[in-house]
């Protein structure tokens, strides 16, 4: 390209505690480009944006930037008490002649900047009150408004729901458009492949490709992320799940008429013992609060859950005795006690099983621990490293030890591989393959529907807090599904 | 990330609560004693809640931005010695003398707190001792009480009224305006209470977390020195006894008046409200006459155990 690139890193390199995250990496990045920057976790993709953006300073080769650089993260990190207007414009914010800030100016100013991005709200309410992807679109003005020349985004559409990935990936491309360089940090590969100008792959902190992106087929950059041969991942298909199991004929868990207005309205489940059923749908769309109904953690207006026939009281405890586990959506506020060990995390739900009048067998509790890490293949320096301290996939994987020690017959999965990497999500699909063939019982909510298709039997269809279709065998489409999830929103979802 | 819409409306409930309650309060006792509408006791009534009303106005900006800030009934105390000693040099060093001591003991906690990551709740009660065992130092024990000269220019600032109303009425006035004021209507503002929403985000917003620390506990620490002086003046003598879980009251006001005890939320009108909430119970029940003056406390914790019930339930 003949202009001069905004971003140049060239041998860039950086230690902790003795681990190379960054070895001698280059990237460079011109005005108006769009560069997907991709890996595994760990690969060294945070620490290479925190190299950019100035908060590591690297211990050798060369960074030159040539403006300013903005980022958004995975998780919208504004205030959300403070109103949409203040977050947009915290730190330069409009002012009056004796320099005090001109709130009236401020609002207008900011319900004009974000019509342009598709919103409507009430600037001067709370960013809270608006969902998550507003908040991100939020997040993303701000960054562009603060005159930035470099945008940084790390994985924005995680959270987002598909309507508003199309709203984030046009002003994506609007930004491209005025010349805004941008490096898009995602595991998606259809954004990848739609926004994208070039791309880098890292791994092992080492830089493995650099170059235009659609000159490289999907197989190879997935081959390139995780260092395997592309023969091995066509082997195995794009997610790790094996054959449908054969399952049991009598359902252990079925949850009829389940009711908590307004999330959830008459939702009716079954699970066989060997059985993964998939459960569809929309944010929104009533799968987590299904999958909290059955637990017990939702007041119910109405509805009953049984295991293997017998009805079970409607809490948590009492769930969880019946042999109902859960993996909730949000590892960090939901399950996870960052400061606690490994050991200490797994054994934490099975405790009142291994305690004898109060007292715990720290025998038992290491045998169980020992068992749970070889066997999902948690990396961990030893059981007693912090659980704060290892990366979204082992961390996830130390979750599903913790309600596996249990031993439910019922294991209710929400989202278990958001926010891992591609490596780790093989993993964990190929764990609730092989546990579903030992005989559990599995509910797996997602929002990737590959995901979905691959790994569940069957696929129960929410929309709107109510079943909106069974699907099964044959039906296993991603056709199927769409049609199932709403006719109303189908244009949006063929558009994908 | 959840949605707040519960938090508007406890933001509404709370503010509009708080003052829904004081006028309530006001209107019953108007009606019900005679004595308390009448201007005598509206003055004494203001007078009273206006060295609160200092101190608690630093309280809010700390309670804000997510701390707490325990040291100030020492302080407050601390400052009223000082500027009973420091008005034998004159006007300017018995008001700056508890200012400048009292600041520089609120720096002290802002910079462990923000350099450190140390908690508030443990730094700023290690300057509580450290603020009263000062105090106790420099009076023998409190068995040496130094006295402002009545005549002197400093009486005056305690002392002095306009129309009856005395100044501190107006000073505690003037700087809740002003809080107001740079709360709402000055970046510092803006940082403090995006330190208190969500301080990581604020970090990686750019706000100078740290420096907003800092500066919010020097006020809250200069504020309590203001409030002792004026007390010192208005009593004429650097009492060593007061400020005794007067903290405790500026937490409580500032709480009542819808300020989250988490932070991020929270406004100087509502500690103004809080404060006139408290000193209206307390002057009826003065009023009242039989009642032990210790159901003052009573009712004031019920008061606040309503307000941080009902947060916690307009939360969810």
């Known amino acids: 390209m003949p202009t001069d690139p905004v971003i140049e890193v060239a041998g860039v390199t950086k230690t902790f505690a003795g681990v190379r995250a960054l070895d001698d990496v280059d990237l460079t990045l011109h005005r108006g480009e769009i560069h997907a920057l991709v890996g595994e976790n760990g690969a060294g993709k945070s620490t290479l944006i925190k190299v950019l953006t100035g908060i590591h300073t690297p211990d050798g080769g060369r960074i030159r930037r040539n403006g300013r650089i903005s980022t958004i993260y995975q998780e919208v990190n504004l205030v959300p008490l403070m109103s949409v207007a203040a977050n947009l414009f915290l730190g330069r914010e409009p002012r009056n002649r004796i320099g005090l800030i001109d709130r009236a100016r401020r609002d207008a100013e900011a319900a004009e900047l974000l019509k342009s991005y ?31 020349d470099v945008v940084i985004m790390d994985e924005p559409t995680s959270s987002l729901e598909p309507r508003e990935v199309e709203t984030l990936l046009e002003v994506v491309h609007k930004l491209h458009e005025a010349g805004i360089a941008i490096i898009y940090v995602s595991h998606r590969m259809d954004e990848l492949y739609r926004i994208c100008d070039t ?32 023969n091995e991942i066509q082997k195995h298909g794009t997610t ?30 079954t699970i066989r013992p060997g059985e993964v059923v998939g459960l569809a749908g929309l944010l929104g769309s009533g799968r987590t609060e299904t999958a ?24 948590v405890k009492a769930a969880t005795r019946a042999g109902i586990s859960m993996l909730a959506e949000d590892r960090k506020t939901e399950g996870i006690i960052p400061n606690l060990s490994v050991r200490e995390n797994i054994v934490l739900a099975a405790l009142p099983r291994l ?18 890490v070889k066997r999902l293949r948690i990396k961990v320096s030893s059981p007693e490293q912090k659980v704060a301290e290892l990366s979204g996939g082992n961390q996830q994987k130390v979750l599903l030890a913790r309600w596996l020690c249990t031993e439910p017959r019922i294991l209710l999965l929400d989202e278990p591989t958001r926010g891992i990497d591609v490596g780790a999500k093989a993993e964990v699909q190929a764990l609730i393959d092989e546990l579903a063939r030992e005989g559990l019982a599995v509910m797996l909510i997602s929002s990737e529907l590959d995901e979905l298709l691959d790994g569940a039997d069957r696929l129960v269809v929410l929309r709107d807090g109510a079943v909106a279709g069974e699907l099964e065998g044959a039906q296993l489409t991603r056709e199927h ?13 063929d558009s994908r | 990330m959840t949605t707040l819409t519960a938090a508007t409306r406890t933001k509404v409930l709370q503010r509009q609560g708080a003052a829904v309650a004081l006028t309530v309060m006001v209107v019953v006792s108007w009606l019900t004693f005679p004595r308390f509408g009448s201007l005598d006791n509206l003055r004494d009534l203001a007078l009273q809640g206006s060295f609160l009303a200092v101190i608690a106005l630093g309280m809010t900006f700390v309670i804000i931005t997510g701390g707490i800030d325990l040291s100030v009934g020492s ?71 130094y006295q402002v000269a009545p005549d002197s220019a400093f009486v005056e600032l305690g002392r002095g009224t306009v129309a009856g109303f005395g100044y501190p009425i107006f000073i505690a006035a003037a700087l809740c305006v002003l809080g107001g004021a740079i709360l709402n209507r000055t970046g510092f503002g803006q940082n403090v209470f995006a330190t208190g929403g969500a301080e990581q985000s604020a970090i990686l917003m750019g706000v100078p977390v740290a420096r907003t620390k800092v500066l919010v506990y020097t006020m809250s620490g200069t504020l309590a020195g203001l409030a002792g002086a004026l007390t010192a003046a208005y009593l004429q003598s650097g009492v060593t006894v007061i400020g005794v879980g007067t903290e405790l009251d500026a937490i409580a006001v500032v709480v009542i008046g819808g300020t989250l005890l988490t932070g991020g939320m929270g406004t100087v009108l509502g500690t103004v409200i809080g404060v006139g909430l408290i000193k209206v119970i307390q002057n ?19 008061f606040l155990l309503i307000v941080v019930v009902l947060q916690r339930i307009l939360r969810r």
């Open chain 1, 199 to 230: 791309v880098t792959v890292l791994r092992d902190g080492k830089n493995v490709h650099s170059g235009p992106l659609r000159e490289l087929p999907r197989i190879e950059l997935v081959s390139l992320m995780l260092g395997r041969s592309v």
């Open chain 1, 481 to 493: 599904v769409l049609a199932a999830i709403a006719a109303e929103v189908m244009d949006d979802a």
């Open chain 1, 240 to 269: 790790a799940f094996g054959e449908d199991h054969h399952a049991d004929t009598r359902p252990v868990l079925e949850a009829r008429n389940l009711t908590s207005r307004p999330r959830i309205n008459g939702v009716d489940v």
């Open chain 2, 284 to 302: 009826v029940i003065n009023q009242i006459g039989t009642l032990d003056s210790n159901y003052q406390s009573v009712v004031s914790g019920v």
């Open chain 2, 75 to 145: 302080l407050y105390a601390l400052g009223g010695v000082l500027a009973a000693w420091g008005s034998q040099h004159g006007f300017l060093t018995a008001l700056l003398l508890p200012l400048v001591v009292c600041g520089g003991i609120g720096l002290i906690n802002g910079l462990l707190i923000a350099r450190t990551n140390m908690a508030p709740f443990i730094v700023t009660l290690a300057s509580l001792l450290f603020a009263r065992g000062l105090l106790l130092a420099i009076t023998d024990e409190g068995a040496n009480t």
């Open chain 1, 118 to 148: 598709g919103i409507t709200a009430d600037v001067s309410s709370p960013l809270g009150t608006l969902a998550v992807g507003e908040q991100q679109m939020v997040a993303l003005a701000r960054a562009v408004e603060a005159d930035a």
């Open chain 1, 355 to 372: 305690s004898r009048f109060g007292v715990t067998s720290r025998k038992k509790q290491d045998r169980i621990v020992d068992t749970f």
């Open chain 1, 292 to 315: 909290k109904a059955i637990i017990g953690a939702l007041p119910l207006d109405d509805g009953t859950v049984l295991v293997a026939g017998t009805p079970v009281p409607r809490n």
